[in-house]
Every structure is written in C-alpha cells, then in structure tokens.
C-alpha cells in the first residue's frame, strides 16, 4: 500500500502559477512511477504528467500535449515527494488534481494508488 497526500491547489488567475505537492508514504517511493491526473467537472479524468526511473539517478518525464511546455513534473526520492510545476495556467486547466503511483500499459498510464485529489482553479 501506497499513501498519497496532495497540497498546493488553490485559487489563481489565467496567466499564474501553482507547485502541487504529493507526499508519499507506505512502500518505498522510489520503485514506482508517479503521475498526475485531473478530472474537471462533467470530465472524466486525464492523464496530465508522469515521472519514472530510467536509470540508477536519471528520470523520464512524460507529458498530456495540452501541457507541454507550462507543466513540469519533477519528484525527490529523499522526500518520497513529487510535484507538478503548472506555470502559464488557463481556465481551462481548472480541474481535481490527483496524484498516483502508476504503471504504464501500452500507451496509457494507470494508477495503482491514488491521492484524495487538490482543487485546482484558474480565474479568466
């Protein structure tokens, strides 16, 4: 089992930025890929931004198109933390961010543990 806790949402303007944070607790952080969803009103959930191991200290990131280039996805193993940089933020990106440990099948990011989700809204 993997506990997850999600903070840094809150209320921005079209044009800012927002750091969500998602302390891990449980099994050892550093053997699961991390990933970020969000589910808008009326919207099923999204895959946003996931981070996985590619070597002893490298990561891949992977990205949603519709945030390449604002998100950055970053995680510290010390902290069993990751977080999501959101710079550039648009109304619609106004949406329930969660956090997961997740697991990549074919093309599509699952998650295996997730977070209660942090309320993320951007005001036009």
């Known amino acids: 089992q993997v506990q997850l806790v999600e903070s840094g949402g809150g209320l921005v303007q079209a044009g800012g930025s927002l750091t969500l944070s998602c302390a891990a607790s449980?099994?050892?952080?550093?053997?699961?890929?991390m990933g970020w969803f969000r589910q808008a009103p009326g919207k099923e959930r999204e895959f946003v931004s996931a981070?996985?191991?590619?070597?002893?200290?490298?990561?891949?990131?992977y990205y949603a198109d519709f945030v390449k280039g604002r998100f950055t996805i970053s995680r510290d193993d010390a902290k069993s933390t990751v977080y999501l940089q959101m710079n550039s933020l648009k109304p619609e990106d106004t949406a329930v961010y969660y956090c997961?440990?997740?697991?990549?099948?074919?093309?599509?990011?699952?998650?295996?543990?997730w977070g209660q989700g942090t309320q993320v809204t951007v005001s036009s």
């Open positions: 449980g099994r050892t952080f550093s053997n699961y890929a």
């Open positions: 997961a440990a997740v697991t990549l099948f074919g093309s599509n990011w699952l998650g295996d543990y």
């Open positions: 981070i996985r191991r590619s070597g002893s200290r490298t990561y891949n990131s």
